[in-house]
């Protein structure tokens, strides 16, 4: 079993940066490729960004790409989500998730643990 827990969102202004983080614990945190999602108001739940667990590699939606950046510590079972350039069309709720899958899992049924999720709130 994995526990993740969001932190780290709140209020910004277009053009600035936030960093939301998550803590794990419980399974092997270093087997686990860890996404982020989001989840606008009336929206589906979508992808954000992925970190591989076996190399470290990183993949965005494209909506997010050259903006935000995933990195991950495994020494602390952490990992972040730094957010520039931040658009009114990012706010939404980020859910931290874990995935035991090889590679760059990027839909919802790949993650089998989530974390209750952060409000980050974009002001035009």
């Known amino acids: 079993q994995v526990q993740l827990v969001e932190s780290g969102g709140g209020l910004v202004q277009a053009g600035g940066s936030l960093s939301v983080s998550c803590a794990a614990s419980?399974?092997?945190?270093?087997?686990?490729?860890m996404g982020w999602f989001r989840q606008a108001p009336g929206k589906e739940r979508e992808f954000v960004a992925v970190?591989?667990?076996?190399?470290?590699?990183?993949y965005y939606a494209d909506s997010v790409k050259g903006r935000f950046t995933v990195s991950r510590d495994n020494a602390k079972n952490m990992v972040f989500l730094q957010m520039n350039s931040l658009k009114p069309e990012d706010t939404a709720v980020y859910y931290c998730a874990a995935s035991p899958r090889w590679g760059y899992p990027t839909v919802l049924k790949d993650f089998d643990h989530w974390g209750q999720g952060t409000q980050v709130t974009v002001s035009s």
């Open positions: 419980g399974r092997t945190f270093s087997r686990l490729a």
């Open positions: 970190i591989s667990w076996s190399d470290g590699g990183t």
